[in-house]
């Protein structure tokens, strides 16, 4: 009796004993582990929870696209057919749900860095404040929005033939009294831009600059002599601004076009005039080889 007595007192030390071991043995783990196990079931919890951060606390993190496909920027050739394609901008915003901006009227010639980002800023502005899609037209040269970390707009343009009789008809150049030639109306400093290499006359970087920013900034630059391709692809680039354009073009376009034969030079003004537009005749026609190459490429894709 004295025996079983004893055993059962052992035994119960002995529990006693494993308990209070077993305890503290998982006190000690949960105290050196908890940390651990709270960032890690933290952790996993986060993982599931999805926010959507303000664009004020994206910041620079932001990704976005160079170019704004639903906001379009018709960079306004001088004497180049350019109000035709804004009368057709006009007629069709209401059609296709959009709204058409002109640009306040000015001299915007070669802009200084201030006043190139102050321009900026103010149609970046009126971006913010209207509801896209949204096109602009201005008689401005092409502005690089992304040199100020702005979201550019997709530019478009009109050009058409230096040497034609359009222009031959009210001279596209004046001589100064110094005997300097100055030519007007000229395209290439239009998609040039800025730089003041861009205003030289026959100055091959601001030809290849010019180049440059069509390839990368105007998916479409029209030719005036090439009208109704022109507007074919507009259409097919930008059905959501210009669907319904041939049907308008029709309706508003010129009853004919002077005929670029319908002006003859002599030998030596048919000279000089070639050598006074000789950047302007490489551009154009560089643009009208790039339209019918685009044209036809969209006739066969469809």
């Known amino acids: 009796m004295r025996l079983n007595r004893g055993f059962l007192t052992s035994v119960a030390v ?13 006190s000690t783990e949960f105290a050196s582990h ?3 196990d709270i960032e890690k079931r933290y952790a996993k919890e986060q993982t599931y929870r999805y926010v959507t951060p303000s664009l004020a606390e994206l910041g620079s ?16 050739v001088p004497e180049a057919g ?10 069709l915003q209401g059609y296709n749900a959009f709204k058409h901006i002109r640009l306040p009227p000015g001299d915007h010639g070669l802009l200084t860095t201030l006043q190139e980002e102050l321009l900026v800023e103010e149609i970046t502005n009126i971006i913010r404040q209207e509801a896209i899609p949204l096109s602009f037209d201005g008689n ?13 707009p997709t530019f478009i343009s009109l050009v058409r033939n230096p040497i034609g009789a359009q222009n031959l008809q009210r001279p596209s150049y004046r001589y100064h009294e110094q005997g300097k030639t100055v030519l007007e109306s000229r395209a290439v400093p239009m998609f040039c831009g800025q730089d003041p290499r861009c205003t030289e006359t026959n100055n091959k970087w601001a030809l290849q600059r010019a180049k440059a920013n069509i390839v990368e900034w105007y998916p479409v630059v029209g030719i005036l002599d090439c009208m109704e391709q022109s507007i074919n692809l ?27 034969t319908s002006i003859t030079l002599d030998p030596r003004e048919r000279e000089i005039l070639f050598r006074l537009f000789e950047d302007e005749i490489d551009l154009y026609q560089w643009l009208k080889f790039r339209l019918f190459n685009e044209t036809s490429y969209d006739v066969v894709e469809n």
């Open 14 to 26: 002995c529990s006693t004993v494993l308990f209070v071991v077993l305890r503290s043995k998982s």
């Open 140 to 152: 401005v040269r092409f502005l690089n929005f992304s040199k100020f970390g702005r979201q550019a």
């Open 34 to 36: 908890s940390e651990d």
């Open 61 to 76: 993190r932001r990704s976005v696209a160079e170019m704004n496909r639903h906001i379009l920027m018709l960079t306004r």
């Open 234 to 260: 507009l259409e097919h680039k930008f059905p959501y601004f210009f669907r319904g354009a041939r049907q308008i073009y029709r309706k508003i376009r010129p009853k004919k076009y002077l005929s670029d």
């Open 82 to 91: 350019a109000e035709l394609l804004v009368l057709i901008l006009q007629r």
